[in-house]
């Protein structure tokens, strides 16, 4: 047999109200289950074995069907399955507090990149949660806000907030370059950056815009309110 989808409901709210963004799943906590490949673990301050419920997550990412959440409450990585909804423990993350934001990639290969502000880093995990590379620079990395690897270019870019700049790495973990931020309009006070169709997107928190620069750190635009 077959079915029919049915059309889509007909909003009467004008555009300035609709929304962009509705909401369509919560993850509060799941069923604890153990990932192929990995030795069995449970979440630290569990009170229960067979379930975790989150307490402070102050980090996710998501690629496929893989939801990776970053908990400063129990100082781990968990990996939550949205096909099963499960949450498994992907890996051990200390230093993290409740009043940080840890930047999390998942990359092609379900690999992942954490920014562990605390210690000044980003540690890079493979598919089974062990750690496969460090990425830091004491001159130019004091505290990172954000990742993103760049696969095209075998490159991994960190933002930094206090020194409002991009650091470039190679893969092995060693600084290659600063991106320029915006020359004649420098960036004050980075808060957030993604990649898309123009290049990499930067949000300024003082100056209250987006500034997007091309893979070469040339700066192409900007957006502002007003």
Not at 92 to 104: E, I, M, T
Not at 126 to 146: C, Y
Not at 151 to 163: A, I, N, R
Request: proline share 7%.
């Amino acid at each position: 047999g077959a079915c029919t989808p049915l059309p889509p409901p007909q909003s009467t709210a004008s555009a300035g109200e609709r929304q962009l963004l509705t909401p369509w799943r919560t993850i509060s906590g799941a069923w604890h289950s153990v990932e192929p490949g990995q030795a069995p673990s449970r979440a630290q301050g569990a009170i229960n074995a067979d379930r975790i419920q989150l307490q402070y997550p102050i980090g996710v990412a998501a690629r496929g069907n893989d939801v990776y959440i970053a908990d400063a409450g129990l100082h781990q990585i968990l990996r939550y399955d949205r096909a099963r909804e499960t949450l498994s423990v992907f890996a051990p993350f200390p230093g993290l507090s409740a009043d940080q934001a840890a930047g999390l990639y998942v990359a092609s290969d379900q690999s992942l990149y954490v920014v562990n502000p605390s210690e000044r880093r980003v540690v890079h995990y493979d598919r089974l949660g062990r750690v496969r590379q460090i990425f830091a620079d004491e001159s130019n990395l004091s505290r990172p806000f954000a990742v993103l690897a760049m696969e095209p270019l075998s490159e991994v870019w960190v933002g930094d907030s206090l020194s409002n700049q991009v650091v470039v790495f190679n893969s092995l973990g060693r600084s290659l370059r600063l991106l320029n931020m915006g020359g004649d309009a420098p960036l004050r006070r980075l808060s957030a950056m993604t990649i898309g169709p123009d290049g990499l997107y930067l949000c300024d928190r003082s100056a209250r815009k987006v500034v997007v620069l091309a893979p070469d750190g040339a700066q192409t635009y900007e957006l502002r309110d007003g």
